[in-house]
Nanobody, 125 residues
Framework: QVQLVESGGTLVQAGGSLRLSCAAS????????IGWFRQAPGKEREFVSA???????YYADSVKGRFTISRDNAKNTVYLQMNSLKPEDAAVYYC???????????????????WGQGTQVTVSS
């Protein structure tokens, strides 16, 4: 079992930067794959980025080159650095964790067993 708590969401101007944090408790994050998803009003939850337990990193095409996922094992925390933010990046951002050593599909919400409560990111134009 793992508990996830996101933080860092706030209002930011277009072109600005923000760093989201996903603090995990219960288990060490390096045996889990951690993903970031987002959901805007009236839209489905969509994949943003993931750091797989193998060390592989994945990004959605819409954020590639602007967002960076990283992990601090000592703090048991995964980060999502978001640069050059656009109004279309505004959403509730969720982090999620798979079961240990998962072989699930990276961008599929069903592959993740644990979810945080979400943090709101608002981007003003």
């Amino acid at each position: 079992q793992v508990q996830l708590v996101e933080s860092g969401g706030t209002l930011v101007q277009a072109g600005g930067s923000l760093r989201l944090s996903c603090a995990a408790s219960g288990r060490t994050v390096n045996t889990y794959s951690i993903g970031w998803f987002r959901q805007a009003p009236g839209k489905e939850r969509e994949f943003v980025s993931a750091m797989w337990w193998t060390g592989n990193i994945y990004y959605a095409d819409s954020v590639k080159g602007r967002f960076t996922i990283s992990r601090d094992n000592a703090k048991n925390t995964v980060y999502l650095q978001m640069n050059s933010l656009k109004p279309e990046d505004a959403a509730v951002y969720y982090c999620a964790a798979t079961t240990p050593y998962s072989s699930g599909k990276v961008d599929y919400t069903g592959a993740y067993a644990y979810w945080g409560q979400g943090t709101q990111v608002t981007v003003s134009s």
